[in-house]
Nanobody, 125 residues
Framework: QVQLVESGGGLVQTGGSLRLSCAASGRTFRSCAMGWFRQAPGKEREFVAGISWTGTISRYEDSAKGRFTISRDNAKNTVYLRMNNLKPEDTAIYYC??????????????????WGQGTQVTVSS
Protein backbone atom coordinates (compact mmCIF):
# COMPACT_ATOMS: atom_id res chain seq x y z
CA GLN A 1 0.00 0.00 0.00
CA VAL A 2 1.25 3.49 -0.89
CA GLN A 3 -0.20 6.76 0.34
CA LEU A 4 0.54 9.90 -1.69
CA VAL A 5 0.30 13.55 -0.65
CA GLU A 6 0.92 16.35 -3.14
CA SER A 7 2.03 19.86 -2.28
CA GLY A 8 3.49 22.92 -3.96
CA GLY A 9 0.58 24.09 -6.03
CA GLY A 10 -0.58 27.67 -6.09
CA LEU A 11 -1.25 30.76 -8.15
CA VAL A 12 1.46 31.94 -10.52
CA GLN A 13 1.66 34.34 -13.42
CA THR A 14 2.29 33.29 -17.00
CA GLY A 15 5.96 32.48 -17.44
CA GLY A 16 6.42 31.64 -13.78
CA SER A 17 7.58 28.43 -12.16
CA LEU A 18 6.41 25.98 -9.54
CA ARG A 19 7.77 22.79 -8.07
CA LEU A 20 5.27 20.18 -7.05
CA SER A 21 6.17 17.52 -4.53
CA CYS A 22 4.56 14.18 -3.86
CA ALA A 23 5.43 12.55 -0.57
CA ALA A 24 4.85 8.84 -0.38
CA SER A 25 4.50 6.52 2.54
CA GLY A 26 4.77 2.78 2.34
CA ARG A 27 7.69 0.46 1.78
CA THR A 28 6.85 -0.26 -1.84
CA PHE A 29 7.31 3.30 -3.10
CA ARG A 30 10.87 2.63 -4.20
CA SER A 31 9.72 -0.08 -6.60
CA CYS A 32 6.92 2.00 -8.12
CA ALA A 33 6.99 3.93 -11.35
CA MET A 34 5.51 7.36 -10.64
CA GLY A 35 3.44 9.67 -12.75
CA TRP A 36 2.02 13.16 -12.69
CA PHE A 37 -1.39 13.76 -14.21
CA ARG A 38 -3.61 16.81 -14.38
CA GLN A 39 -7.28 17.52 -14.79
CA ALA A 40 -8.76 20.82 -15.84
CA PRO A 41 -12.45 21.64 -15.31
CA GLY A 42 -14.61 19.84 -17.83
CA LYS A 43 -11.71 17.82 -19.20
CA GLU A 44 -10.45 14.30 -18.73
CA ARG A 45 -7.45 13.53 -16.59
CA GLU A 46 -4.33 13.62 -18.75
CA PHE A 47 -0.80 12.38 -18.40
CA VAL A 48 1.92 14.98 -17.81
CA ALA A 49 5.10 13.09 -16.92
CA GLY A 50 6.30 9.76 -15.59
CA ILE A 51 9.48 8.32 -14.15
CA SER A 52 10.69 4.77 -13.64
CA TRP A 53 11.35 3.32 -10.21
CA THR A 54 15.09 3.70 -10.78
CA GLY A 55 14.71 7.30 -11.91
CA THR A 56 16.61 6.56 -15.11
CA ILE A 57 13.65 6.59 -17.52
CA SER A 58 11.25 9.47 -17.88
CA ARG A 59 8.60 10.45 -20.36
CA TYR A 60 6.54 13.55 -20.97
CA GLU A 61 3.38 14.64 -22.62
CA ASP A 62 4.21 16.81 -25.63
CA SER A 63 3.23 20.14 -24.13
CA ALA A 64 5.38 19.44 -21.07
CA LYS A 65 8.55 18.63 -22.97
CA GLY A 66 11.20 21.27 -22.47
CA ARG A 67 9.25 23.00 -19.70
CA PHE A 68 8.61 20.35 -17.04
CA THR A 69 11.06 18.02 -15.33
CA ILE A 70 10.11 15.01 -13.27
CA SER A 71 12.53 13.62 -10.70
CA ARG A 72 12.49 11.44 -7.63
CA ASP A 73 14.44 10.97 -4.44
CA ASN A 74 13.90 7.44 -3.21
CA ALA A 75 15.75 8.17 0.02
CA LYS A 76 13.09 10.77 0.81
CA ASN A 77 10.18 8.84 -0.72
CA THR A 78 9.37 11.88 -2.81
CA VAL A 79 8.75 12.61 -6.46
CA TYR A 80 8.90 16.11 -7.89
CA LEU A 81 7.59 18.00 -10.88
CA ARG A 82 9.44 21.15 -11.73
CA MET A 83 7.35 23.34 -14.01
CA ASN A 84 8.88 26.30 -15.83
CA ASN A 85 7.42 28.81 -18.28
CA LEU A 86 3.91 28.10 -17.10
CA LYS A 87 0.97 28.96 -19.33
CA PRO A 88 -2.72 29.54 -18.56
CA GLU A 89 -3.51 26.21 -20.22
CA ASP A 90 -1.46 24.48 -17.52
CA THR A 91 -4.14 25.43 -15.00
CA ALA A 92 -5.51 22.23 -13.48
CA ILE A 93 -5.49 20.01 -10.45
CA TYR A 94 -2.27 18.02 -10.51
CA TYR A 95 -2.20 14.47 -9.19
CA CYS A 96 0.65 12.11 -8.56
CA UNK A 97 0.18 8.41 -8.99
CA UNK A 98 2.11 5.21 -8.33
CA UNK A 99 2.33 2.15 -10.52
CA UNK A 100 3.55 -0.84 -8.51
CA UNK A 101 4.67 -2.76 -11.59
CA UNK A 102 8.40 -2.75 -12.29
CA UNK A 103 7.94 -1.30 -15.74
CA UNK A 104 8.84 1.98 -17.45
CA UNK A 105 6.33 4.75 -16.77
CA UNK A 106 3.13 4.57 -18.74
CA UNK A 107 0.84 7.41 -19.79
CA UNK A 108 -2.37 5.48 -19.12
CA UNK A 109 -4.05 6.40 -15.82
CA UNK A 110 -5.59 2.92 -15.79
CA UNK A 111 -2.18 1.41 -15.09
CA UNK A 112 -1.65 3.34 -11.87
CA UNK A 113 -2.63 1.77 -8.59
CA UNK A 114 -2.44 4.62 -6.08
CA TRP A 115 -3.39 8.28 -6.33
CA GLY A 116 -2.98 11.40 -4.28
CA GLN A 117 -5.69 13.94 -3.58
CA GLY A 118 -4.27 16.54 -5.93
CA THR A 119 -2.92 20.06 -5.70
CA GLN A 120 -4.32 23.04 -7.56
CA VAL A 121 -2.15 24.95 -10.03
CA THR A 122 -3.53 28.19 -11.41
CA VAL A 123 -1.68 30.23 -14.01
CA SER A 124 -2.94 33.74 -14.56
CA SER A 125 -2.59 35.53 -17.87
Amino acid sequence: QVQLVESGGGLVQTGGSLRLSCAASGRTFRSCAMGWFRQAPGKEREFVAGISWTGTISRYEDSAKGRFTISRDNAKNTVYLRMNNLKPEDTAIYYCAADRNLLPPTSSPLEYDYWGQGTQVTVSS
